[in-house]
């Protein structure tokens, strides 16, 4: 990878005509920005695909009532919603996989009715989705009957993606998760004991998962983890005994 691809390749949101859209960095002094859905008003890329030809994100679609999509824009292309699991409201993408040719993230799951709480709010079907062109957006399913799921990042080779569920073996606390082609969704579990963790980040070939816990052995803190299959999940410490 040249210098110039190294510092070019920017996501984020930037005011344009007033409404904010997402936008590329494709050099060091060009920003392009990369439009809304039909009568949008607002849109974001969260990630980019490692060929730099994809970035996926979400935004905001008249044509399914001003609610959230999921979006995928090819170099050269448009902006293109990715719809809606099984019918539901909205849906947002947090990462692409290499190649641009798999999309996951998390949506409402049409298909699951929600459930109303005894305080009267109601808690919908918050599903982490993969999407192809192929078989479209599709759910990931939940761990242990828990009550949610979201997808933050996929390895660049595909077959690894990471995020969090909430686990319905133990009181619906979130716990850092992986799905991979031959196990459908697996718990990280916590970090010592603590009582919550999540995953954001995997590297290219899904052999090392980054993202946060609490520590019951730092008195419930918050801390980065480093997880592997060999070592499980390990505390990243803290910046100058913070």
């Not at 039909?38 to 970035?55: E, K, L």
């Not at 996929?154 to 073996?169: K, M, R």
Request: glycine share 16%.
């Amino acid at each position: 990878m040249t210098k110039q691809n190294m510092i070019a390749r920017l996501l984020g949101l930037l005011t344009s005509g007033g409404a904010f859209t997402a936008h590329l960095a494709v050099a060091a002094d060009s920003i392009t920005d990369l439009g809304l859905l039909p009568g949008g008003s607002y849109s974001y890329a969260s990630a980019i695909s490692t060929d730099g030809n994809h970035v996926v994100g979400d935004a905001d679609d008249a044509n399914a009532g001003n609610v959230q999509r999921a979006f995928l824009r090819n170099t050269g292309g448009t902006i293109a919603s990715l719809g809606a699991l099984n019918g539901g409201s909205w849906s947002l993408a947090n990462g692409v996989s290499g190649n641009g040719g798999i999309v996951v993230g998390t949506a409402i799951d049409g298909n699951v009715a929600p459930v109303i709480q005894p305080d009267g709010a109601t808690l919908y079907a918050v599903r982490a989705f993969r999407w192809t062109l192929d078989s479209g957006m599709v759910s990931l399913g939940v761990l242990n009957n828990g009550s949610a799921s979201k997808a933050t990042a996929i390895s660049s080779d595909g077959e690894v993606i990471v995020g969090s569920a909430t686990d319905g073996l133990l009181g619906d606390q979130e716990y850092a998760v992986r799905w991979t082609s031959t196990n459908p969704i697996a718990s990280l579990g916590p970090l010592n004991g603590g009582n919550y963790s999540a995953a954001f980040a995997v590297s290219a070939n899904g052999s090392v998962i980054v993202g946060r816990a609490t520590d019951a052995s730092a008195g419930g803190k918050l801390r980065a983890f480093r997880w592997t299959l060999a070592d499980g999940m390990q505390s990243l410490d803290t910046l100058n005994n913070g």
